[in-house]
Antibody, heavy 117, light 107 residues
């Protein structure tokens, strides 16, 4: 079955850009929507945005000015870039596949990104 | 944005108890409501999609109901492995939004 794995730096300095990649295995990235979600330590879940395999995107308006999600179908990967980070962006970042009515399944295991100097 | 409100925020229950968690949307979302279970240090796991459809592999003691603005997740007989945090999520419109979570603890 499809599995997702996030990768990227665990520590980012304030004002810099957070960059993460999600690698999809066990299935093709083509034909589906793929999402990024984050969860600050001890808090709830926030949807960041999604990308269709063709490259069309939708972002959360709360983050839209700082977010870019891209896809590389040749590598079966999609990526997240979040610019001008602050401590408030410290969170576990998850990638997930979207179902036909935008449920999220499966999820990657998550990766903790800490914003600190 | 559609606001999702879960209640209670936490509950204590015993093994074998029937547990009900509610989720209310700030506007009608038809049946575009999904439920997830999250255990410590793990990613959320989909339990129920579009209000009442049981995800493959999820035990039948989990069930979901509701439409419009009010939804319910029921665990018919709580098992030790069910102690976790449960989240609802609306998929009626973007941005996708989640409830604040319900922590189910051992009494």
């Amino acid at each position: 079955q499809v599995q997702l794995q996030e990768s990227g730096p665990g520590l980012v300095k304030p004002s810099e850009t957070l960059s993460l990649t999600c690698t999809v295995s066990g299935g093709s990235i083509s034909g589906y929507y793929w999402s990024w979600i984050r969860q600050p330590p001890g808090k709830g879940l926030e949807w960041i945005g999604y990308i269709y395999y063709s490259g069309s995107t939708k972002y959360n308006p709360s983050l839209k000015s700082r977010v870019t999600i891209s896809v590389d179908t040749s590598k079966n990967q999609f990526s997240l870039r979040l610019s001008s980070v602050t401590a408030a962006d410290t969170a576990v970042y998850y990638c997930a596949k979207e179902g036909s009515a935008d449920w999220l399944d499966p999820w990657g295991q998550g990766t903790l990104v800490t914003v600190s100097s | 944005d559609i606001q999702m409100t879960q209640s209670p925020s936490s509950l204590s229950a015993s093994v074998g108890d029937r547990v009900t968690i509610t989720c209310r949307a700030s506007q009608s979302i038809s049946r575009y409501l999904n439920w997830y279970q999250q255990k410590p240090g793990k990613a959320p796991k989909l339990l129920i999609y579009t209000a009442s459809n049981l995800q493959s592999g999820v035990p039948s003691r989990f069930s979901g109901s509701g439409s419009g603005t009010d939804f319910t997740l029921t665990i018919s007989s709580l098992q030790p492995e069910d102690f976790a945090i449960y989240f609802c999520q609306q998929s009626y419109s973007t941005p996708l939004t989640f409830g604040g979570g319900t922590k189910v603890e051992i009494k």
